[in-house]
């Protein structure tokens, strides 16, 4: 996935933390193959990017002027991009085993 991808993708799963957390999310998930879609179907899922973004969150002071914000600010987009795609990737497995388990 190329940069802009994860910045885009990022930017979504945190609009999405914030919309459910302030309930609005619940609009946006009946979008199948949404972000919001995707959170509202798995807690755990949540509560993981959830968790993340908590903790990227308490070492913030709401500027970036030094190379090491900069590069924290694109290691936490990075980190909540994996375990987004992470989950995904699991439930796909799921669902192949579930298929062929019904053939």
Known sequence: ??????IKLSNEIVSTIVDFSLGEG???SIVPQSVANILSKDVNLFNSLKEC???YLST????ID????LKKLTEF????VEI???FK???????????????
């Open 26 to 28: 619940k609009v946006k």
């Open 77 to 80: 987009r990075y980190q909540l």
């Open 60 to 63: 913030v002071d709401n500027k």
């Open 53 to 55: 973004y908590i903790e």
């Open 89 to 103: 990737e699991n439930n796909e497995q799921k669902k192949e085993v579930n298929n062929e388990q019904e053939d």
């Open 1 to 6: 996935m190329d940069e802009k991808k994860i």
């Open 66 to 69: 030094e190379t090491s914000e």
């Open 84 to 86: 987004f795609e992470k």
